[in-house]
């Protein structure tokens, strides 16, 4: 398996576009998270899906961000409008059982001018 | 107070020294421990999991566990300088599928 992919590895846009991070989880892994690393707060959980279901998004910061996943191999992760503060790596990471812990993608740096 | 603590570092230790890295939760209830290795500019990397109270050992990694003192630590013994990088402890809360990450530590291996 190839393992988790994610899309794009870099994404600069300016403030106010809408930008949409992917991602493809390792194939037979249920649950899927999305995360935000930055220096100032580290790696935080922003949502995560199990069965495809949204199960807990306390994470996402504002209205403004929104993430889906229309089957099992696929997640969208949207910001619309994007502003400065969003800029950050977010990582994409997917996991069969939570037992045995989630794997990463290589993550998408945004960066937001 | 976070759900997980760690101390930023950075740790510096010679080479071939043991390193030990620290880390503490909240929920009394947790469930599954975590350790991740992340280099600079990668993603963060599974390298060791923890269940149960004691040790568990895998080459020259060990993890302890004592969910009485809830903390968690990671050993490495003879570190060497490709074992710089920042380690992460992560923690799946009891009651749930959440996993929880700390800040991470710093580690620095120097020759």
């Known amino acids: 398996d190839a393992g988790v992919i994610q899309s794009p590895r870099h994404e600069v846009t300016e403030m106010g576009q809408e930008v949409t991070l992917r991602c493809k989880p390792i194939s037979g892994h249920d649950y899927l998270f999305w995360y935000r690393q930055t220096m100032m707060r580290g790696l935080e959980l922003l949502i995560y899906f199990n069965n495809n279901v949204p199960i807990d998004d306390s994470g996402m910061p504002e209205d403004r961000f929104s993430a889906k996943m229309p089957n099992a191999s696929f997640s969208t992760l949207k910001i619309q409008p994007s502003e400065p503060r969003d800029s950050a790596v977010y990582f994409c990471?997917?996991?069969?059982?939570?037992?045995?812990?989630?794997?990463f993608g290589q993550g998408t740096r945004l960066t937001v001018v | 107070q976070k759900e997980v603590e760690q101390n930023s570092g950075p740790l510096s230790v010679p080479e071939g020294a043991i390193a030990s890295l620290n880390c503490t939760y909240s929920?009394?209830?947790?469930?599954?421990f975590f350790w991740y290795r992340q280099y600079s500019g990668k993603s963060p990397e599974l390298i060791m999991f923890?269940?149960?109270?004691g040790d568990k050992e895998d080459g020259r990694f060990t993890a302890q566990l004592n969910k009485a003192s809830q903390y968690v630590s990671l050993l490495i013994r003879d570190s060497q300088p490709s074992d710089s990088a920042t380690y992460l402890c992560a923690v799946v809360a009891g009651g749930g599928n959440k996993l929880t990450f700390g800040t991470g530590t710093q580690l620095k291996v120097e020759l």
């Open positions: 929920d009394r209830g947790s469930q599954s």
């Open positions: 923890i269940y149960s109270n």
């Open positions: 990471a997917s996991s069969f059982s939570l037992a045995g812990g989630a794997f």
